[in-house]
């Protein structure tokens, strides 16, 4: 078992399945779900350092899953991603919630993105 789990939200099996290699090539253990209590199932079964949630998901939205990691699994950093092109709502960078990314994003963004929510989950498990 590796040192830090991702967790990503997302339904679209391209971007998870592309996502999954450079994760897991660059040293991650990576899990997956496609919707909101997929999410909660995967979060209650694993120790998950850092969570990518697609902000358009069916039923419950990345951030309504922000909202329920954030209450359920405080040291669990997110990551919300988008297909748009603009920038989000301030109200989408609250605390939990470490970045938010654009998709396509290139390898070296994801990596430099999950590195600073993995930065983010430590601090916080050693705060508490």
Not at 87 to 97: C, T
Request: aromatic fraction near 6%; charge should be negative; hydrophobic fraction near 50%.
């Amino acid at each position: 078992m590796r040192e830090h789990t991702v967790l990503i939200v997302d339904d679209e099996p391209w971007i998870v399945e592309v996502w999954t290699r450079i994760l897991f090539v660059a040293g991650y253990d990576v899990l997956c779900a496609a919707d909101a209590n997929e999410a909660l199932r995967v979060l209650d079964e694993a120790r998950v350092t850092v969570a990518i949630c697609d902000a358009q998901l069916p039923g419950a939205s990345g951030l309504g899953i922000a909202d329920m990691i954030r209450e359920q699994y405080p040291a669990t950093a997110i990551i919300l991603a988008s297909g748009g092109r603009r920038v989000p709502p301030p109200e989408a960078l609250r605390p939990a919630v470490v970045a938010y990314i654009v998709k396509p994003v290139s390898r070296d963004q994801l990596l430099t993105t999950v590195r600073t929510g993995v930065a983010w989950s430590l601090e916080k498990t050693r705060v508490h």
